[in-house]
């Protein structure tokens, strides 16, 4: 499976507009935020610059700091504010007995619960999680433990990362002895209740959905005819129907004889749910263990980085033009590379509109979108130009 580290950084795009009073030569260069005929890996001009707190300020303007009216017949630059699609991580994490009970050697808390929790703790409270919001559901519950009701209200709910909520509420769940821990595996139950909190939640708040899946073994402990992993892989399809993807992070057991294979049907869930194959944790080595854990939740946090972005209003009242739109990307700072537009994403470091009869949404094509994945400091802005700059189909 392919995924990338976060670029944690909140990407804000900065949406800059030119009056088009008169000619670029006019007024000198056509703005210094604009850039002609680059390609992703090119320096070209800056980007303009990032209104943060979003909207239009008084005043406020790019790096032309030309008169925001236009007089004087320059061609005038406005910042306005916009950003990513916000991310929401429905997480959730099998409390079965399997995970630390002490009834079989492989069983071993110290093995698998307390390494694998160390590092849920470190992503939940981690400042590089910023800009992330996720939800908490054990499984099993403890009460009516085979039903999607009670997986509808997680444990935690969405809650903006970095937070202390989801390590109080682990601890406060952890088995005080071997006969508090929790029986069976209701995963079917677990993914069906999720799937319809997300349901619920995307109506009040849209943004880019993914369920976190956390398990080291099959679905066991309900009816057998619907908690299996059939019954699963069909529930991660149906999410990723409605544009869910689902990411398994699989437990191992300790490598201990005697100890059984209890992940390999898991690969068939993450596929299933459009991510290619779970992410297998060895065990039996703690600090091993916690590190491997943790790289592969920043693994699928960097994935989750949302490429799509809402196209800001044009500055100073004036129509939208499909045409006149450029997109460019900042590096820290390294020099500003235009992106190049191609609805068919077949060109390098590309980017398309989500409809081009009426765009509402500018999407990074996805060897753009994994390089501003990866990086941490990226910057993306949006130029609205005098002139045609890009043809878009009919």
């Not at 032309?64 to 004087?72: K, M």
């Not at 390494?115 to 009516?144: H, I, N, Y």
Request: glycine share 12%; charged share 20%; proline share 7%.
């Amino acid at each position: 499976m392919k995924l990338l580290p976060i670029a944690l950084a909140m990407l804000s795009v900065a949406a800059v507009g030119l009056g088009c009073g008169s000619s670029p030569s006019d007024g000198g260069e056509e703005g210094e935020g604009a850039s002609s005929g680059g390609s992703f890996g090119s320096g070209s001009g800056e980007g303009g610059s990032l209104d943060i707190g979003g909207g239009i300020g008084p005043g406020s303007s790019g790096a032309g700091g030309a008169s925001p009216t236009g007089g004087g017949g320059a061609c005038a630059t406005q910042t306005a504010a916009a950003s990513l699609q916000p991310v929401y991580l429905a997480f959730a994490f099998d409390v079965s007995g399997s995970m630390g009970k002490g009834d079989k050697d492989w069983h071993d808390k110290s093995l698998k619960w307390d390494p694998v929790v160390a590092a849920t703790k470190q992503f939940f409270s981690d400042p590089g999680s910023e800009g992330l919001t996720a939800s908490l559901s054990f499984f099993p519950a403890d009460d009516d433990k085979c039903s999607v009701e009670i997986y509808a209200t997680p444990d935690v709910p969405l809650t903006p990362l970095p937070s202390d909520a989801f390590a109080e509420a682990i601890a406060a769940i952890e088995p005080a002895s071997s006969d508090d821990w929790r029986g069976g595996t209701p995963t079917a139950w677990v993914m069906r209740g999720t799937s319809g909190f997300i349901e619920a939640q995307r109506q009040q708040n849209p943004g880019k959905y993914a369920i976190v899946l956390v398990t080291d073994g099959y679905p066991q402990g309900c009816d057998e005819a619907s908690d299996t992993i059939d019954a699963v892989v069909a529930d991660a399809q149906a999410a990723l129907a409605e544009g869910v993807p689902t990411y398994v992070i699989g437990v191992e057991n300790p490598p201990i004889e005697g100890a059984p294979d209890t992940l390999d049907d898991l690969h068939e869930i993450a596929a299933a749910g459009g991510t290619e194959g779970a992410v297998l944790i060895d065990t039996g080595d703690p600090s091993q263990t916690t590190a491997a854990f943790k790289a592969a939740v920043d693994r699928i946090r960097g994935a989750s980085v949302s490429c799509t972005m809402a196209i800001p209003l044009p500055p100073n009242g004036s129509a939208f033009d499909k045409e006149k739109v450029r997109v460019l990307y900042t590096s820290g700072s390294s020099a500003t590379t235009e992106l190049v537009y191609d609805q068919s994403c077949a060109i390098e470091g590309a980017w398309r509109y989500d409809e081009p009869a009426s765009p509402t949404q500018i999407v990074l094509c996805a060897d753009a979108c994994t390089t501003v994945q990866a990086d941490m400091v990226a910057k993306l802005s949006v130029d609205f130009t005098c002139e045609s700059v890009i043809e878009v189909p009919l």
